[in-house]
């Protein structure tokens, strides 16, 4: 059974950091895309960031770049979402997502496999 648990959300004031962790199981991320994205009350989902599995090529929406990183450990099967500098606009639920596919999308529907949601809220 394929699952993505997150975890390392929180509540942090502005200038904070906070380091979300995506672990995985059912399948490893050799053949598996993961991305973050994130969802703010009455906003769409957006992509925050997000690495391949071909040669782990990393992406960032312009909002976070310089201020997010995203990393992965395989032998632990898990996902990071190092996040520096926090604002109160970061506010939102992070998802981490998957899927078979060696490239990024900034698109929800390219990913069938999504965890519960963290939620991180910065406070001004």
């Known amino acids: 059974e394929v699952q993505l648990v997150e975890s390392g959300g929180g509540l942090v004031q502005t200038g904070g950091s906070l380091r979300l962790s995506c672990a995985a199981s059912?399948?490893?991320?050799?053949?598996?895309?993961i991305v973050w994205f994130r969802q703010a009350p009455g906003y769409e989902r957006e992509g925050v960031s997000c690495?391949?599995?071909?040669?782990?090529?990393?992406y960032y929406a312009n909002s976070v770049k310089g201020r997010f990183t995203i990393s992965k450990d395989n032998a632990k099967n898990t996902v990071y979402l190092q996040m520096n500098d926090l604002k109160p606009e970061d506010t939102a639920v992070y998802y981490c997502?998957?899927?078979?596919?060696?490239?990024?999308?900034?698109?929800?529907?390219?990913?069938?496999?999504w965890g519960q949601g963290t939620q991180v809220t910065v406070s001004s």
């Open positions: 997502a998957s899927d078979r596919v060696t490239e990024c999308s900034w698109h929800p529907p390219f990913y069938e496999y």
């Open positions: 059912g399948f490893t991320f050799d053949d598996h895309a």
């Open positions: 690495i391949s599995s071909t040669d782990n090529s990393t």
